[in-house]
């Protein structure tokens, strides 16, 4: 007979009324326990797969961007997503979304490539970001890929390509412009404002080797304003018919590149993201009345959209191990985790949600939450109400599904595995994790060094 272990009893006070009081965090409010990620405990997942684990959940992924096209679908019968490759660009987290009928949305040749190898044909590609090489310009107009200009100097390159492929070519072109979203991101494509769009465009014309069928434009990320959106689809519309009415092209699509929120918890943000964000229908409104607002009668060009992070956002998880706590000499509990910046670039930004994987006994505190780096800046987060957590607790941040795994780092630890959980409860591994082999393979060792 099997004699249970005996375990010292504990008293944890029953509290009402939420998180917060007048003076911040309640020391007794008790934080939600997390066990299991779709199904499969996260003892299992580290178990089989290690920590740190990063954890993607299909149903999720597959459920938001359903979400997202039925609400842009329910204002405008037009619209075309392309997934935004630096989002994240796993094989298995974009053929997801290929499969639920996006495009690739792409910044780099590197990430042309990868589109490509996933099987995406180069007309199923929007070709953007202000660093093209002339050859791969040539690769993706030979390909029919949606080329997005954002300079003049690619106008140039452009038409080097048109000539040596002897045809015309169809392009689009970025634009920047004022929505009232400050900062303005001026940096990439050509200014609305200013005069220097219509420039651009005359440039183009005169050259006589391309025709401009769309426009483009990215006001920026993590957006809180919906009606920024009514704004720039305005200013782009307005701007396409200019242009066809001076020049004779005929647009067929306008870009209104990504940048809607996921529900992340800004730093600074007072209210948590469920009050501080708008819901997706909020934008989805205003990106179609801004073009309700601006198009002709009649009028129905294709509306295209580069939702990134509200889409893969918070169908990422990122578990983590506490390896061992210690006391600063401010009082403040650190804990040394085994993630930490090198893995959570958005960590400088955000404040995860922080799930420990049992019921933690004793009053919260105020902890600082410290990865592996043996660096003062691996900070995930500076001040945790936590209450004391054993050696050995397994957390799980969360939303971290967008941008953490494309800007993550290779900083003194190998990067972790990650793990897709599909829609049956089945882990399976998308990324394997490194280790000395994959992390020396590039390297080569000169023979006078050798010995
Ligand atoms: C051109 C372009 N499209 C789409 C995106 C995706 O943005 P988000 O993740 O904010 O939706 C970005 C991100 O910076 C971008 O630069």
């Known amino acids: ?25 309640s020391p007794y409010f008790a934080r939600p326990v997390r066990e299991a990620i779709d199904g499969v405990s996260v003892a299992e997942l580290t178990e089989r797969f290690g920590s740190p684990l990063f954890v993607f959940s299909e149903r999720a992924i597959r459920e938001k961007a359903r979400e997202i096209r039925a609400a842009l679908g329910s204002h405008y019968p037009k619209v075309t997503f392309g997934w935004s490759y630096k989002t994240n ?3 298995a987290i974009c053929a997801i979304f290929h499969q639920e009928g996006s495009l690739a949305e792409v910044v780099s040749e590197m990430e042309y ?31 029919g890929a949606r080329i997005h200009i954002d300079h003049f ?7 080097a390509v048109a000539d040596a492929l002897d045809r015309e070519l169809e392009v689009a072109i970025r634009l920047n412009l004022d929505s009232g979203i400050q900062p303005q991101w001026s940096r990439f494509g050509f200014n609305l404002e200013s005069g220097q769009a219509l420039d651009a465009v005359r440039r183009i014309h005169a050259g006589g080797r391309m025709r401009i069928v769309g426009l483009h434009c990215h006001i920026g990320t993590f957006l809180l304003e919906p009606d920024a959106y009514r ?13 066809e009415e001076a020049f004779g092209y005929s647009l067929r699509y306008y870009d209104i590149g990504g940048g809607l929120p996921s529900k992340s918890r800004l730093k600074g943000v007072y209210f948590p993201p469920e009050v501080a964000v708008p819901p997706v229908e909020a934008f989805a409104e205003k990106i179609a009345e801004g073009l309700y607002n601006a198009l002709r009668p009649g009028e129905l060009p294709e509306l295209v959209l ?19 706590s210690k006391r600063l000499p401010d009082g403040r509990r650190a804990y040394v985790l085994d993630a930490g910046v090198n893995l959570l670039y958005t960590s400088t930004w955000y404040n995860f ?39 050995g607790t397994r957390l799980t941040l969360s939303p971290v599904g967008a941008y953490n795994v494309t800007q993550w780092m290779q900083f003194i630890e190998y990067r972790p595995a990650i793990v897709l959980i599909d829609e049956q409860g089945q882990p399976h591994v998308i990324r394997e994790r490194e280790d000395l082999a994959i992390m020396t393979a590039p390297e080569r060792l000169p023979a006078h060094l050798a010995d």
């Open 1 to 25: 007979m099997t004699q249970n272990n005996y375990m010292k009893p504990s008293i944890t006070r029953l509290n009402t009324g939420g998180a917060l009081n007048k003076f911040g965090a």
């Open 89 to 91: 660009y796993l094989d």
């Open 113 to 143: 490539q990868k589109a490509r190898r996933l099987g995406v044909p180069g007309e199923n590609i929007i070709f953007n970001g202000p660093n093209k090489s002339r050859e791969a310009l040539r690769v993706a107009a030979a390909e």
């Open 153 to 159: 100097d690619e106008i140039e390159d452009l038409e």
């Open 231 to 243: 704004v720039a689809m305005e200013k782009l519309v307005g701007f396409g018919h200019e242009i």
């Open 306 to 324: 580069e939702t990134g992070r509200a889409m893969v956002d918070e169908a990422g998880y990122l578990i983590t191990t506490v390896n061992a």
């Open 353 to 391: 949600t922080i799930e420990p994987d049992r019921e933690l006994q004793g009053m919260n505190e105020p902890a600082i939450l410290n990865g592996p780096l043996c660096m003062n800046i691996d900070v995930i987060d500076e001040a945790a109400m936590l209450p004391h957590m054993p050696r």
